[in-house]
């Protein structure tokens, strides 16, 4: 029997949401060789149509024009199914290495955009309003060796999760631009004018620093040998897998994919870009297994928000609340984490969330990195999702 | 006691620093003559000059000429082969470009500054996108909009945009019809167009969206109409009124709001003035606001008159945003693009691709400006525009584009003096001292270069 089957059959919530038994031990020290992969599925992904509730008739019902058909699905357990634009994913959830986290929300949920991607990206309650990022939380309490070159590296979008606090942040998009910066900007010297300036003099100073560490590893980065798809998100998870190939020592790599802000005609576009986005991780995955780095990296999935269960006027979906997460990794035990928010007991419309979205975080700070000590994992349990 | 400070200053002629701060402030920096010139008369008066000469309702530049024809009927796409999508698809791109261009065009040459400065603060409040709206005709109309209403009237404009064809596809009020609204513009409406979050419920927004169904854009005209049998006659309840509304009368409900005017206000606070509004200030100026009926103008004027505005410990506390670091470098030396083409796509490596914000929300700006990314781009370009003119193997195609003088010929055309002491140099530059002096034994070009390159460079 397979984990995630025993799993199902167990009742995932009791079993999920406790700590493994590894607090007795000896502290161990962080595990820094480790990189989190951290995808922001930007504009807010509609959980229902990509872990399709595919048995549940209240689905159809509330999308006459949206549901995707029961017989074209990908089944992974009797309840529930992959759109079947996933479908380059299925080899790492046979694998067992994809790993999906169900009803990931928080309590007093935003629907604006940005007020929502704030609250994920600093791991804020719903009406709490944090200046620093969930990461420069997490590193101000156990930094990452000074010796790394930067604290994270930014490939898509902003850098929202990495923001704040003294963190060394390389916004970059391709891994040759590195280079060309670390020749045109001088380190500065001089001493601090006001708030505009002295950030301006910060960024300066990490860019010199880190741009000519990376300068040097980037210069031995092997081949890859794997043909990433010429996607946006193929670039960027190839620029990711260049990275890590180099042995760039950094403790986060962030990307981005989207739009998934579906108001209209979504089955096309939320289809577009999973598949894009499923291809691309699957040029990943065997990029890092032929690098043998698979086991040292973990990719987690996040977004604002969920969308409404039921469908509006326009064949697409407005702003909601809760939805599954991916986590995909070498060390990922794949399954089922969480529970799938009830279609029938909905709060104004919205799905009601199970696991608090912070819980990954802990799981990324107590078990990934293996911090003693982080933000989160005292309130949020950790997920018992990798091995 | 601010204002004691600076008031007895108002009647005489105004600094060198005063006029610079005004023309780097309301427009992309002045040249040196220009600085000059203002300086000659009173604050108050080049005040009036700034906001009241030579302000503009429509672009000088000729815009392409696509732009008269009909916006193509996106539902022939149905009938179309593969290929001729592609074409369709190529010929948008292509025009999507020289639209962007055509505007960094307009901002290098127009004699009102301040203009096109509004017309970007409009276009960055009330965004649109080609990225979603797939016309390059919608967005230019959408463009003249705001530069018409710029410095006109803020009800007017509001009302105008909650029409305008762009707006109403961009945020999918195209779909929003009675009995299934879609609640995109309303919720943008409320949260960042007009009040701000925390003015609101999300029963406003709900009532709000049916007031707009029915607002739609025909496709054949590309104009705007509204359709009767779509729009829900229902009661609404919003924001404590009650009544069977339309668009135009949930507009005229949430301008009688105050917080509308403190929201506006506050925003050009961040755009004229620096980052941290005065409580009481921003008051008084929304107020102006407000009694107006929100004419923009005398708002403008009482912003730039402000003790705030004034203050020296404000000068050089803003980024500058790519928009300004382009067309304001492109002004100071005189750079006359051959296309300006070129300037869009550095305006887009920096973070501020015209016409296509990155989202509702528009750019952030401030501080985000500058990231480990745009601020090496932005070092670098300063860097190979202070070159010059090279031979022509290493000219490379932003030089030949930019259309650069040889670099003895720079300064002259910018209209600098060769005896310029260094303080001098400085003070026309910077907004503040720079960071790292300038050495004394260099020529006036490398003087230059070291100042443009110099952090503060990158300041307002």
Redesign the interface.
């Known amino acids: 029997m397979k984990r995630r089957d025993f799993l199902q059959l167990a009742g995932v919530a009791s079993l999920t949401m406790t700590c493994p038994a590894i607090a007795a031990n000896a502290p161990r020290p962080p595990r820094w060789d480790r990189t989190l992969v951290l995808l922001e599925l930007n504009g807010g992904n509609d959980g229902l149509n990509t872990v399709v509730p595919y048995t549940d008739p209240q689905y159809y019902r509330l999308r006459p024009q949206l549901a995707i058909a029961r017989d074209s699905v990908l089944p992974l357990s009797e309840k529930l199914a992959l759109n079947p634009a996933l479908e380059a994913l299925m080899p790492a959830w046979s694998a067992n290495e994809l790993g999906i986290v169900l009803g990931v929300g928080y309590a007093r949920p935003n629907r604006s955009h940005f007020r929502s991607i704030e609250i994920w990206e600093t791991g804020s309650d719903g009406d709490e309003v944090l200046q620093q990022g969930w990461l420069a939380r997490v590193f101000s309490q156990t930094p990452p060796p000074r010796a790394y070159a930067a604290h994270g590296i930014v490939i898509g979008r902003a850098p929202g999760p990495l923001q704040g606090g003294g963190m060394r942040t390389v916004i970059m998009r391709d891994a040759q631009q590195i280079i060309r910066q670390a020749q045109s900007v001088q380190a500065a010297s001089s001493a601090i004018g006001n708030a505009a300036l002295s950030h301006i003099l910060n960024v300066q100073r990490d860019l010199y620093q880190a741009s000519s560490k990376l300068r040097q590893k980037l210069a031995r980065a092997p081949q890859l040998g794997v043909a990433f798809p010429k996607t946006r998100i193929g670039h960027q998870l190839e620029t990711a897998a260049t990275l890590l190939a180099s042995e760039a020592q950094v403790p986060v790599i962030k990307i981005s994919h989207g739009s998934f802000d579906t108001h209209s005609q979504q089955r096309g576009k939320q289809d577009r870009q999973l598949a894009a986005l499923a291809v691309a991780l699957m040029a990943f995955r065997q990029a890092m297994q032929a690098a043998h780095l698979w086991d040292r990296v973990l990719v987690l999935s996040y977004s604002e928000f969920g969308r409404r269960a039921a469908e509006n006027g326009s064949h697409g979906t407005d702003h909601g609340t809760a939805a599954p997460h991916f986590v995909l990794g070498g060390r990922v035990t794949g399954g089922f984490y969480g529970e799938q928010p009830s279609l029938t007991k909905l709060f104004d419309g919205d799905l009601q969330h199970h696991v608090d979205y912070r819980s990954l975080y802990a799981t990324v700070a107590r078990h990934w990195w293996q911090l003693r000590d982080d933000p989160f994992s005292r309130t949020y349990p950790p997920l018992d999702c990798l091995s | 006691m601010l204002a004691l400070l600076v008031l007895p200053v108002a009647v005489r002629a105004m600094s060198y620093d005063e006029a610079r701060h005004l023309l780097a402030r309301t427009g992309f920096g002045g040249t040196s003559a220009q600085i000059e010139e203002l300086r000659r008369v009173p604050y108050a008066q080049g005040v009036t000059q700034v906001l009241h000469d030579n302000t503009r309702g429509t672009a000088l530049t000729p815009p392409p000429a696509w732009v008269n024809e009909p916006p193509p009927d996106f539902r022939q796409r149905r009938n179309m082969s593969q290929a001729q999508r592609k074409q369709f698809r190529q010929q948008r791109r292509a025009q999507g470009i020289e639209l962007k261009s055509w505007w960094y065009g307009e901002m290098i040459a127009t004699p009102s500054p301040v203009t096109e400065r509004m017309t970007v603060f409009w276009h960055n409040h009330f965004t649109s996108s080609l990225r979603r709206v797939h016309s390059p005709t919608l967005m230019y109309r959408q463009n003249e909009l705001l530069r018409r209403h710029a410095l006109g009237n803020f009800r007017e404009l509001l009302h105008a945009v909650a029409k305008d064809p762009a707006m109403v596809l961009y945020l999918?009020n195209?779909?929003?019809?009675k009995?299934?609204?879609?609640?995109?513009f309303a919720?943008e409406l409320l949260?960042l167009y007009t009040l701000g979050?925390g003015h609101y419920t999300?029963r406003d927004i709900k009532e709000a969206a049916r007031a707009f169904t029915g607002w739609m854009v025909n496709r054949r005209t590309g104009q705007f109409r509204f359709n009767a049998r779509r729009h829900d006659k229902g009661t609404k309840h919003f924001l404590n009124r009650r009544g069977s509304f339309d668009g135009d009368d949930i507009l005229d409900i949430l301008l009688e709001q105050p917080q509308v005017a403190v929201f506006i206000t506050a925003k050009l606070w961040r755009e004229f003035i620096s980052?941290t509004p005065n409580k009481q200030e921003l008051t008084r100026l929304a107020a102006i606001f407000r009694d107006s009926n929100y004419q923009i103008k005398p708002l403008l004027r009482a912003i730039l008159l402000s003790p705030y505005f004034r203050a020296p410990a404000n000068r050089?506390?803003?980024?500058k945003s790519p928009v300004e670091l382009i067309v304001g470098t492109a002004r100071l030396f005189d750079i006359r693009p051959n296309g300006p083409r070129r300037l869009a796509g550095l305006g887009r490596q920096f973070g501020q691709d015209l016409f296509d914000p990155p989202?509702?929300?528009g750019w952030p700006g401030?501080?985000?400006w500058?990231?480990?990314?745009t601020?090496?781009a932005r070092?670098?370009f300063l860097?190979r525009l202070l070159r010059g003119r090279e031979m022509s193997q290493q000219q490379g195609p932003l030089g030949a584009q930019l259309n650069m003088r040889k670099r003895q010929e720079m300064l002259p055309a910018a209209g600098l003096p060769a005896d310029l002491s260094n303080k001098q140099l400085e003070r026309l530059v910077l907004p503040?001292p720079a960071?790292?002096p300038v050495p004394d034994d260099l020529d006036l070009h490398a003087r230059i270069t070291h100042l443009v390159l110099d952090?503060?460079y990158?300041?307002k």
Do not use: Y
């Open positions: 999918d195209q779909t929003n019809r009995d299934k609204p879609n609640e995109n919720r949260e979050k999300e980052d050089g506390t803003l980024v989202n509702v929300k401030g501080n985000a500058i990231t480990t990314s601020l090496a070092q670098q860097g503040i960071v790292q952090p503060v990158q300041l």
